[in-house]
């Protein structure tokens, strides 16, 4: 079984910081790209940015200069700095990973969630 727990939520006023972290575990067998999203309240889950396993990065344009991701492949994690936070960002980050995993004895791929993380800004 595979799991993503993500950590480092909180409130925080804006133009301030939050460093947002998620960690994969169980049995895995290689992880693929890594990402967060956000849902507001009342709209659609949305991206925030991607790495991949090769660490090239991909931001959406509302994060891009505020937001950092980065990844240590060695033990599975993601993190995303955010800086000069806005009270838009407040959402629930999500962590996602495009996992190799055993389920079953049987070596597959499978797209994985974390439980989420509120972020809250205030202005």
């Known amino acids: 079984q595979v799991q993503l727990v993500e950590s480092g939520g909180g409130l925080v006023q804006a133009g301030g910081s939050l460093r947002l972290s998620c960690a994969a575990s169980?049995?895995?067998?290689?992880?693929?790209?890594m990402g967060w999203y956000r849902q507001a309240p009342g709209k659609q889950r949305e991206l925030v940015a991607t790495?991949?396993?090769?660490?090239?990065?991909n931001y959406a344009d509302s994060g891009k200069g505020r937001f950092t991701i980065s990844r240590d492949n060695a033990k599975n994690t993601v993190s995303l700095q955010m800086n000069m936070l806005k009270p838009e960002d407040t959402a629930v980050y999500y962590c996602?990973?495009?996992?190799?995993?055993?389920?079953?004895?049987?070596?597959?791929?499978?797209?994985?969630w974390g439980q989420g993380t509120q972020v809250t800004v205030s202005s």
């Open positions: 790495i991949t396993s090769s660490g090239s990065t």
């Open positions: 996602n990973a495009d996992i190799y995993g055993y389920i079953g004895g049987i070596l597959r791929r499978s797209d994985y």
């Open positions: 169980g049995s895995i067998f290689s992880v693929n790209a």
